[in-house]
């Protein structure tokens, strides 16, 4: 069930401008937990990760956090030993002005690459952001978060574990540098549920293979993905664990959250102007069906095509064709939303008025079928669009 | 050498309007050889292929041909059984009207995908296409074989083998899917060299690997990418073989035609306004030097920011770091031309005027050291642009 509200019993949050973007624009956000919680994050795999990344996957092993601290306007990527120590006494300046030990404290940072953090001006920021805590903070905390984003991705849920009622939250920005294994994306969930350290790590990293490591914007992966999740218990919930009863229900609401941020994050990629829902069935195997998607989904021609309204099938199947995996080309078919518009090696003479409706759909379903077997993916592709190119040309380092 | 113009001894050609492209625009081009030449070529390794791709496939299995018939305006490509019947009725109005074996006629289409060839209109032009037949037609010919194409792409050399003078010319179509394993992309090379089979295809085959293999405009490969070399021997050299040391000044001057019809085919890349020549060096092995440079090439977001004159090094180490090639971090150096702008896990304090400069210049040399061994690869590769998105996105199916 949808919530009126962000909001997360047991958790309070505050986001500020302290100076780093230009113009007053919010830039330092906090989120906090009244009490140490159960965590568990997923982290970029690019080689060059960023300074705080690499802080919290020290962290984050001990599977407890009680704060995340997040500046944007500057990525503290590829800044060296100094980043480092930056993302170190940026997480101390939160520790010192909260009175927690400073191994519970998360940091994460998003913006432009190679400048060094303006740590003075966070460290100047940190006593009205812990003084602004509140409840009903989180969406200034996600708008502290937002660099190129045109608007905020929350998501929040309330469902029963057992007879408790519990409340799951999520926070998240893009929006370029939108690809698997991560984005240049932040995403932060927080639950009252009481959850067990191995079924939170298990559930959040089945959720994020699912959700953000199967969307692409323009198929670049960042410095600094973070996904984090703090489970704080105070639902007082009968422990979630692997294999208990509760779990299903929590899996459910987690992924429904997710689900809703991930689509929120792709249209709201850079210059996108649709949402491509592309499922790939029918592959030999889920990683060949994935690697299908993906080139299908990251090609220019396709991207452009979907911009332009244009129903442009054979972009989509020589797409699918290029990777090396041998297709039975006579089996493979095409599907826009309900209408097939390829098969037998050969486009068909579908409706053109129905096409042209689809084409002008905010959200279109592609299903692409192989016909090899039963491995499958499903991923969220944005199109491409003259935006897209504008933001990037000159959004400068 | 460079030629003064676009003459092989042997060869004829031209090219026409015959009306399957709109407003009088030449649509329809003829290579021949006054007697059948040894023939190899390389194709698309796309799953779809176009019908002509299949007849030529089969054909070139010889090692002979003797003409080379192209439309543009329509790729007869996911054209299904009767696509394949067309393409054999075009060379055989060619074969008919040309007066030979119909086995030694070479077939090639190039434009929209999935709509049937315009069969009648081509056997109506074939009369005044063979007819106009000359020496001096290689530039009608490319020019009925452009489609998106802003300008030809022309390479004409001459050189001794041993003591006699040889020709070798090349023509070439991109603009878009320009990727390797093919491109949309039609290359032509004559030559009235005396080569041995054997030695056609190997040097026809290392030299495609080099160039056409290693350029991308948008990391798509097109269903109809079809490279052709003949060669018909009127030069009267002592025949050209694997070991012989005629082999070393041909593979030369066929080395140095297709460098400029690759450097031609990205800088006419669509949309492009920069011709980015990016060595991927100090890699384990070629292969992974190769994915590197291709992750960096095709990244969008490296292409916008040459396209906005950004010299921006953390997208290109990002693009670099991503593709799952663990790389010592602390080892990769980025240059632009010779200024070092990455080095020790960070940017560099470059000087800002020169990189400037670097960035206005039409062709930009970058160098990325991987610091791990030896492995080395090439690429040309264009930027990104508002003109790339407005072409593709308005040319419909």
């Known amino acids: 069930m949808n919530c009126d509200e962000y909001a997360v019993p047991g958790f309070l949050a505050n986001g500020i401008s302290a100076g780093i973007k230009e113009q007053g624009r919010k830039d330092l956000a906090l989120i906090f937990s009244e009490v140490p919680a159960r965590a568990a994050g997923v982290f970029t795999t690019n080689c060059f990760k960023a300074a705080p990344v690499l802080v919290d ?39 010192k002005e909260l009175k927690i030990s400073d191994d519970l404290v998360l940091v994460a940072s998003t913006g432009v690459i190679g400048h060094p953090l303006p740590l003075e001006v966070i460290e100047r920021g940190m006593e009205p952001l812990v003084e602004g805590l509140r409840r009903d903070g989180i969406p200034d905390a996600e708008a502290a978060m937002m660099t190129t984003d045109r608007f905020p991705k929350m998501s929040c849920r309330k469902g029963m574990i057992g007879s408790r009622e519990v409340t799951l939250c999520g926070i998240a920005k893009g929006a370029g540098m939108i690809q698997p294994n991560m984005a240049t994306m932040l995403a932060y969930l927080m639950t009252d549920a009481d959850v067990d350290g191995e079924a939170l790590r298990a559930v959040f990293q089945e959720g994020i293979a699912q959700s953000f ?185």
Chains 1, 2 share one sequence.
């Not at 929590?250 to 491509?276: P, S, W």
């Open 57 to 95: 996957m020290e962290r984050i092993s001990a599977g407890a956090a009680q704060a995340i601290v997040t500046n944007s306007g500057n990525a503290n990527a590829a800044t060296g030993e100094r980043g480092y120590r930056d993302a170190l006494a940026m997480s101390r300046a939160a520790s």
């Open 213 to 397: 490591n199967a969307i692409t914007v323009d198929g670049c992966m960042s410095t600094n993905d973070t996904a984090l999740i703090l489970a704080n218990g105070s639902a007082g919930n009968r422990q979630i664990r692997r294999r208990s009863r509760e779990y299903a229900p929590f899996r459910e609401m987690l992924f429904a959250v997710l689900d809703d941020l991930c689509r929120g994050m792709v249209r709201d990629g850079e210059g996108a102007t649709k949402l491509i829902e592309l499922v790939v069935d029918g592959a030999r195997n889920r990683g060949e069906a994935r690697r299908v998607a993906y080139a299908v989904a990251n090609s220019n021609l396709v991207k452009t095509a979907f911009y332009g309204g244009d129903p442009n099938w054979g972009r989509i199947i020589s797409a699918a064709g290029s990777i090396g995996i041998p297709l039975p080309t006579q089996s493979v078919r095409l599907f826009f939303e309900e209408v097939c518009l390829f098969e037998a090696g050969q486009g068909t003479a579908f409706p053109t008025d129905r096409v042209a409706a689809i084409m002008a759909q905010e959200t279109i379903r592609v299903r692409l079928e192989l016909g090899m077997g039963t491995g499958s993916f499903r991923i969220y592709a944005s199109d491409l669009s003259f935006e897209y190119v504008k933001i990037n040309a000159h959004y400068h380092t």
